[in-house]
């Protein structure tokens, strides 16, 4: 089993700051299945950025990502108070097929 | 837009089974990967298992042997059913609609929650 280890657990910084959060996984994996998640509470989980790097439709450009073999990277370059919320990231390839990250929670001082 | 609408009873008892539909409105179902995801605070998010417009299935190991997903083109619907469920399969149960060609979770439902309990 592929396994995304991510850090910190949990990340507290003020508005206009930059949030750095790291996905590691157990073994070298492609990235181009490689996705961040954002999840607010009481809400699915919507699709930030994918293929490692790739924006989703939508996602403002203060959040990328970066990363390859099997340490991976999102940035939010400069935090506003609705970006509070938990991040998973998640792959796609092995077995199980699809596996996800424990999530960093991002709170907004 | 593609939009999904998961529905089933919200709760189950030990050792019967869950049974979930997921409804797909906006989008052809044949152009998606269609999968189950739970979620719960004890173990976080959980692929279950995914199926083709075709029919093939990817199942997750530990679930595999109690799980069965399948799709109904003809009524643009996926279909989840779990047998022999315990108190550890309580939890959100979302249908998302992933990119064939990138594997991003593109599409989510709301979520339904599932409690097994007697």
């Given amino acids: ?109 | 837009q593609v939009q999904l609408q998961e529905s089933g009873p919200g709760l189950v008892k030990p050792s019967e089974t869950l049974s979930l539909t997921c409804s797909v409105s906006g989008g052809s179902i044949s152009s998606y990967q269609w999968s189950w995801i739970r979620q719960s605070p004890a173990r976080g998010l959980e692929w279950i298992g995914y199926v083709y417009y075709s029919g093939t299935n990817n199942y997750n190991p530990t679930l595999m042997s109690r799980v069965s997903i399948s799709v109904d083109t003809s009524k643009n619907q996926i279909s989840l059913k779990m047998n022999s469920v315990t108190a550890a399969d309580t939890a959100v149960y979302y249908c998302v609609g992933g990119g064939v060609s990138t594997r991003a979770l593109d599409y989510w439902g709301q979520g339904t929650l599932v409690t097994v309990s007697s």
């Fill in chain 1, 1 to 109: 089993e592929i396994v995304l280890t991510q850090s910190p657990g949990t990340l507290s910084l003020s508005p206009g700051e930059r949030a750095t959060l790291s996905c590691r996984a157990s073994v070298t994996i492609s990235g181009t299945f490689l996705s961040w998640y954002q999840q607010k509470p009481g809400q699915a989980p919507r699709v930030l950025i994918y293929g490692a790097s790739r924006r989703a439709t939508g996602i403002p450009d203060r959040f990328s990502g970066s990363g390859s073999g099997t340490d991976f990277t999102l940035t939010i370059s400069r935090l506003e108070p609705e970006d509070s919320a938990v991040y998973y990231c998640h792959q796609y390839g092995g077995t199980p097929r699809l596996t996800f990250g424990g999530g960093t929670k991002v709170e907004i001082k």
